[in-house]
T-cell receptor
Framework: KAGVTQTPRYLIKTRGQQVTLSCSPISGHRSVSWYQQTPGQGLQFLFEYFSETQRNKGNFPGRFSGRQFSNSRSEMNVSTLELGDSALYLCASRGGTWADTQYFGPGTRLTVL | AQKVTQAQTEISVVEKEDVTLDCVYE???????LFWYKQPPSGELVFLIR??????QNEISGRYSWNFQKSTSSFNFTITASQVVDSAVYFC?????????????FGKGTRLSVIA
């Protein structure tokens, strides 16, 4: 089976812009989670989607949003970018039940100038 | 609240040495899952192992072994005869074992450098 794929792998944006990141889960997986990784805060949970519905949300401002499509692919959007949004954004997929293990993609490295 | 502590920020060993990565966790839940992930320089988090809180049996997989002790809330990871390819950042993580809000809570990670 192919693993979790994320596009693009690298992005450079300027403050105030918005950005959309994409994640394709492992075939058959119905749940997609997003995490932000920064040197200072480490790995932090953003949100999780299951069957096109947001199931959980971490403690991030409303500028961070996401959605999931009927084929389980997910997108994450960050509006009005700030310098502090520079991070590695990791997507993880799992089968769909809360007991399943999460498998991660290679991440999208976002740099905000 | 859940918390995972990896006290070792960086470890450097010479190839073929054994190394143990420590992980201490806090949770009020009686049932939970513990994980170890490896993050090589490429950035992807690679799943290594998952343990259920009700299963304290230690596990060995090749050169990797894990020691889970509920009494001390620890889930340590040992690499035997380390190799250069083991160089990476290793994360210990915890999640609740119940429906609903079950994101992974990660430690800060331990950067392991294996020198040839």
């Amino acid at each position: 089976k192919a693993g979790v794929t994320q596009t693009p792998r690298y992005l450079i944006k300027t403050r105030g812009q918005q950005v959309t990141l994409s994640c394709s889960p492992i075939s058959g997986h119905r749940s997609v989670s997003w995490y932000q990784q920064t040197p200072g805060q480490g790995l932090q949970f953003l949100f999780e989607y299951f069957s096109e519905t947001q199931r959980n949300k971490g403690n991030f401002p409303g500028r961070f949003s996401g959605r999931q499509f009927s084929n389980s692919r997910s997108e994450m959007n960050v509006s009005t970018l700030e310098l502090g949004d520079s991070a590695l954004y990791l997507c993880a997929s799992r089968g769909g039940t809360w007991a399943d293990t999460q498998y991660f993609g290679p991440g999208t490295r976002l740099t905000v100038l | 609240a859940q918390k995972v502590t990896q006290a070792q920020t960086e470890i450097s060993v010479v190839e073929k040495e054994d190394v143990t990565l420590d992980c201490v966790y806090e949770t009020r839940d009686t049932t939970y899952y513990l994980f170890w992930y490896k993050q090589p320089p490429s950035g992807e988090l690679v799943f290594l192992i998952r343990r259920n809180s009700f299963d304290e049996q230690n596990e060995i997989s090749g050169r990797y072994s894990w020691n889970f002790q509920k009494s001390t809330s620890s889930f340590n990871f040992t690499i035997t005869a380390s190799q250069v390819v083991d160089s990476a950042v290793y994360f210990c993580a915890l999640s609740e074992a119940r429906p609903g809000n079950t994101p992974l809570v990660f430690g800060k990670g331990t950067r392991l450098s294996v020198i040839a």
